[in-house]
């Protein structure tokens, strides 16, 4: 076990953005103990895996990581683990793991320093985790790289229990962020110069409903920070169609800052897997959400996830989800074979379709969703949209951004319009990414 009082630390991490600004967290608060960043896993004298659960894969890597490094321990190296894995296994990682100093919980990435002082100073393995998200973070040391579009916690955990998740188990009941505090980081990142916010939750519209008397729902926190000077843009993730409301649609039409993509889960076609998912929803309420939403933001560009070969799902129903993709045509769909879950109900059920034919359902929405994305990117030839500045491009040749709708652009530009609104005039596309061109000369305008 080691002994010696880190200097330096790495954080490697896996899974959703939820882990991403732990992890930035954690940074912010390691060097506020002192530490600083080192450049890779080998040369860390404190190393942390912050884990996902949401896949076996994702659990399985990290486990043959740990294993490995149990072998070649590099003694006096501190190895924490923290994130939904070690929520779901708690110490039993100790026992697989003997080289393991530390597991903490995703509700308890607030103890990390005192955590770290325990096992130092006692010599003994420490584990954290609490199944209820105590709101006492401090959010505002987070470390991040990006200078340009930063994510805000405004929710944690989640109450809908789909059969397939692990994230309700992971992640503990839904807790509200009190708004003051999310107003106050974002007024801190604005005056900072970021030209983006994501609010992030596992279901951000059930916003403020665990706190009536705050009075503020989703849709009134998008007011509130509308209304921050020097707010450019608002994105919002994950959604749950439930809770997606009229007066949330009226504020993505009517907020300037609100971002015309909505991140839309449905899922499957099929009311009755709707229903053995524990998805709330019917296929027809769901598309009557997206029909009004669409009547209230006729430029709403949609995104979607859906899973393939659920316990029992049919050929038949299967042609249901595939009618909705053709039918709603989405800007964006991330399409799964379903994989069953360790902890979760659906495990129960027999996992009866064969992989071949999740594999050949899969393959079937994966083209026509190409067929749809090359349609949607066909349209915007000739077109003119404003394009957060991000960076170059992996050849460092071009100018990289995303549009108010989530699609991504490349064309000329130099470095100084990095982190800059810019309108540029799209005449080509390659695979997922649109080319275009300044529309303006050069300078740092903003445009509508
Ligand atoms: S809404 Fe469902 S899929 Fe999403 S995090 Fe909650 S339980 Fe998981």
Redesign the pocket.
């Known amino acids: 076990m080691a002994m010696n009082e880190p200097k330096t630390y790495f954080i490697r991490t896996y899974g959703c953005q939820m882990n991403e600004l732990d992890t930035e967290i954690m940074a912010g608060q390691l060097h506020k103990k002192g530490l600083i960043a080192a450049s890779d896993e080998e040369n860390a004298d404190l190393l942390i895996f912050n884990t996902c659960s949401i896949r076996d894969l994702a659990e399985r890597k990290v486990m043959g990581k740990l294993g490995r490094m149990g072998r070649g321990h590099k003694r006096n190296q501190v190895i924490g683990v923290t994130g939904c894995m070690a929520m779901a296994k708690k110490e039993s990682l100790f026992r697989k793991f003997p080289h393991l100093d530390f597991v903490i919980g995703t509700n308890n990435i607030t103890d990390l320093g005192t955590v770290l002082d325990e096992v130092l100073y006692t010599k003994r393995q420490i584990v954290k985790t609490d199944d209820r998200f105590e709101e006492n973070l401090d959010y505002l040391v987070a470390k991040r790289d990006n200078k340009i579009k930063a994510f805000v916690s405004i929710i944690r955990g ?5 059969t ?5 188990y992971t ?1 503990g009941q839904e807790v509200s962020r009190p708004p003051e505090s999310i107003v106050e980081e974002c007024k801190k990142l604005v005056d900072a110069g970021y030209k983006e916010i994501t609010l992030l939750g ?2 951000v519209n059930s916003y403020g409903k665990d706190q009536p008397e705050w009075n503020c729902l989703f849709h009134d926190l998008l007011g509130k920070l509308d209304k921050i000077p020097g707010m450019e843009r608002i994105r919002f993730m ?1 959604s ?1 169609p439930i809770d997606i409301t009229k007066e949330l649609m009226e504020a993505i039409r009517d907020l300037p800052s609100m971002c015309e993509f909505v991140h839309f ?1 449905i ?1 499957a076609g099929s009311s009755r897997i709707l229903k053995k ?3 709330i929803y019917t296929k027809e309420q769901y598309l009557e959400k997206v029909a009004l939403l669409r009547e209230i933001v006729p430029n709403v560009s949609l995104g979607t ?1 859906i899973i393939v070969g659920f316990p029992t799902e049919t050929e038949a129903e299967f042609q249901e989800t595939y009618d909705v993709l053709k039918d709603i045509r989405y800007s964006l769909a991330f399409i799964y074979a379903y994989s069953p879950r360790k902890g979760t109900p659906a495990m129960r059920w027999k996992d009866d379709i064969p992989e071949e034919v999740k594999l050949d359902r899969l393959q079937r929405l994966m083209a026509l969703q190409d067929e749809v994305s090359n349609e949607e990117r066909a349209r915007m030839l000739g077109n003119t949209y404003e394009v957060l500045v991000e960076r170059f491009n992996k050849d460092g040749k071009m100018l990289k951004g995303r549009t108010r709708c989530w699609k991504k652009v490349i064309f000329d530009g130099d470095e100084s319009l990095i982190g800059t609104l810019q309108q540029i005039k799209v005449h080509s596309f390659s695979h997922e990414t649109l080319i275009g061109e300044l529309a303006k000369p050069q300078g740092h305008l903003k445009v509508i």
């Open positions: 989640c109450d809908k229990f789909c397939y998740c692990v994230v309700p992640r596992q279901n994950t749950h889960p899922q998912m524990h998805r996830d």
